[in-house]
């Protein structure tokens, strides 16, 4: 429990996975739309969104014209994986999934991971990329960075993809978007923030999360976390609150994820903070036709809001 925490940093680093990324070549120039010629049938009415972690995979695709989700499939690892090791594991996804085999109309792949920062645009400088993010992580020379942009609030988000998924996404469909993880769930946080919004939200997955400070409307805080146990977890959540200098007793706690009133996480954070609620993701679509439907109508915040 040594990371330290910054405001819009992210901090958490694994030695083992960066020395693969290093060894991995990216095929074109950085840009959040990567294209060949293109398997897209735009003609389809169906979009495919993929999340890609070393913890897991998550595929889901979007009917258009019905507004009914097709598809939702979580498949968690319970050891984390290295890049190459995930591609794999979805190649093997993509030929054993009859829904995976179709034609679409458009592909998003979401990033994530804790390699990444958000920069003002007013400090961003594109030739500073590593600069960003050698603070807090260790960077190779060899290492593609890539960009989003939050438009309507003026910040970029930097971060290394998995060039290798990356890779088998462009040979597969020719045409698709990226984005990372963080950029996401910033993005959509800040587009319900009023400029008296004072709020931490905490984005669980399998065994990471991450907490997002809203002050006064802006993003003041961004960190992203690896965890073992629920009391890792609470060890974090509340040395953040106390950094920020935050009151534990009035502190609006906004949870997201997967994370539920019967679960321990939940109960451990009850302990120490009294104002914890549940947040929503993308609810517009219907999900009437699939196996595995949400958990927690706040489950999948980022892939969900890709659509």
């Given at each position: 429990m040594n990371q330290k925490l910054l405001p819009l940093m992210v901090l958490t680093v694994h030695t083992s996975v960066l020395d693969l990324w290093k060894k991995l070549t990216q095929m074109v120039t950085g840009q959040d739309t990567m294209t060949k010629r293109s398997n897209i049938n735009l003609l389809s009415n169906r979009i495919l969104s993929v999340q890609a972690s070393l913890n897991g995979l998550s595929f889901c695709i979007l009917d258009t014209i019905e507004n009914n989700i097709l598809l939702l499939k979580d498949i968690h690892f319970e050891e984390q994986?290295?890049?190459?090791?995930?591609?794999?594991?979805?190649?093997?996804?993509?030929?054993?999934?009859?829904?995976?085999?179709?034609?679409?109309?458009?592909?998003?792949?979401?990033h994530q991971n804790n390699i990444c920062t958000f920069v003002p645009n007013i400090f961003y400088d594109e030739n500073n990329l590593v600069d960003y993010l050698k603070f807090n992580n260790k960077i190779f020379e060899s290492d593609f960075i890539a960009t989003d942009e939050i438009v309507s609030k003026e910040i970029m988000s930097v971060y290394v993809p998995f060039v290798n998924i990356n890779n088998f996404f462009f040979e597969r469909f020719g045409s698709f978007e990226y984005h990372h993880a963080s950029t996401i769930i910033v993005e959509q946080l800040l587009k319900v923030a009023t400029p008296t919004t004072n709020k931490l939200y905490c984005n669980v997955s399998y065994t990471s999360f991450e907490l997002i400070s809203i002050k006064n409307g802006v993003l003041n805080f961004f960190n992203s976390f690896d965890f073992d146990t629920k009391e890792d977890f609470v060890y974090y959540v509340l040395f953040t609150i106390e950094q920020l200098q935050l009151d534990a007793e009035i502190i609006d706690l906004i949870l997201l994820g997967d994370i539920?009133?019967?679960?321990?996480?939940?109960?451990?954070?009850?302990?120490?903070?009294?104002n914890i609620s549940f947040g929503s993701r993308n609810t517009q679509f219907m999900a009437r036709d699939i196996e595995q439907k949400p958990?927690?109508?706040?489950?999948?915040?980022?892939?969900?809001?890709t659509f």
């Open positions: 994986k290295n890049p190459l090791e995930i591609e794999k594991l979805l190649v093997a996804e993509f030929e054993t999934t009859s829904l995976l085999q179709q034609e679409f109309k458009q592909v998003n792949l979401i539920g009133l019967d679960d321990e996480l939940y109960s451990i954070l009850y302990q120490y903070i009294r958990k927690y109508g706040y489950n999948h915040f980022s892939l969900l809001n």
